[in-house]
């Protein structure tokens, strides 16, 4: 599986740190060789001292000297190289944490450009996107779609009389019940105000449809508990049907409103639009 570009970011560092942790080993080796090579200069020096002159060692003790010079700068420039390597370690740390942070950032953005701020159900715009994939799915395969505009009855008078936030939380309760009646594969949202819009998928035929409008219907009947009142709200659905409605969104989705207007009116709780 490819991992995603902040892990890609954060193994980076993590790789980093090892190479730092292999060097701090090398620089230690070093530094040990330089702290041998200067003892045993030493003890050259001091046994030389005891013995006739012999030039050919003291040369060599020379070159000793001068190795150990060279052994002890490079582990000069190893205690550099690792400084430089714990100060990028440092930047990348920082850096992954703005990465993710932007990138939560991102997530939460185009979570909140695709969903109803109150209730966390899709919105229109997600809605639209899922209707025409589902639509084109449905030509392909040959299936039945249904649509439900879903409106709440006199909605208003709970604002009114219980006040604005009371609605919202009967809108929050109302939200989690269509979930709840949802399936997998089908698509409930938002479209502001008290209008919720349905989209399901690979329907057999209008008594199937009909029968989840009635799991809906039943669904919202219960009261909505809201502090320490119960307040009983209820819905009408009006539902178009792919393809016998139309073909396309926006056809299918005024059929459906129309539809809606008509149960409204009637007081069915759901019609179908068109005549079938
Ligand atoms: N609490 C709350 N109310 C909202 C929100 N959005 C819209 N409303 C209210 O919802 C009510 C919808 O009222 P109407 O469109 O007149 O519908 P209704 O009262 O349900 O009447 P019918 O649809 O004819 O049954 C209005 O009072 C809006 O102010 C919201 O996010 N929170």
């Not at 041998?36 to 050919?56: C, G, R, T």
């Not at 003790?61 to 550099?80: D, F, M, N, R, W």
């Not at 219960?222 to 139309?246: M, R, Y």
Request: aromatic residues 4%.
């Amino acid at each position: 599986m490819k991992s995603p570009p902040i892990n890609k970011a954060a193994n980076a560092a993590t790789r980093l740190a090892k190479v730092l942790d292999h060097s701090e080993q090398i620089k230690d080796v070093v530094e040990e060789c330089a702290e041998e090579l200067s003892s045993v200069n030493l003890v050259l020096k001091e046994s030389l001292a005891d013995i006739d002159h012999q030039p050919e060692v003291e040369n060599a003790i020379e070159k000793s000297g001068e190795v150990k010079g060279k052994v002890q700068e490079a582990a000069e420039q190893l205690t550099i190289v690792n400084q430089a390597l714990e100060h990028e370690i440092r930047e990348r740390e920082v850096l992954e944490h703005q990465l993710i942070s932007v990138r939560q950032q991102e997530a939460s953005a185009r979570h909140e450009a695709f969903h109803d701020a109150l209730t966390g159900l899709p919105n229109r715009v997600l809605f639209n996107d899922r209707l025409e994939h589902g639509l084109a799915q449905a030509k392909r395969h040959e299936w039945t779609l249904a649509i439900m505009f879903l409106d709440l009855d006199e909605f208003k008078s709970i604002n009114d009389q219980y006040g604005h936030d009371a609605g919202d939380h009967v809108l929050k309760i109302i939200s989690k019940r269509l979930i709840e009646t949802t399936r997998v594969d089908d698509t409930v949202s938002r479209h502001g105000g008290d209008e919720f819009l349905y989209l399901i998928m690979e329907v057999d035929d209008r008594q199937d449809i009909a029968l989840i409008a009635e799991k809906i219907i039943k669904a919202l009947q219960a009261p909505c508990k809201v502090g320490k009142l119960e307040l009983v709200v209820t819905a009408s659905i009006g539902i178009s049907v792919f393809p016998d409605d139309g073909e396309s969104a926006d056809v299918l989705i005024k059929s459906a409103d129309k539809a809606m207007y008509q149960a409204k009116r009637t007081k069915s709780g759901y019609a179908f639009a068109g005549k079938h």
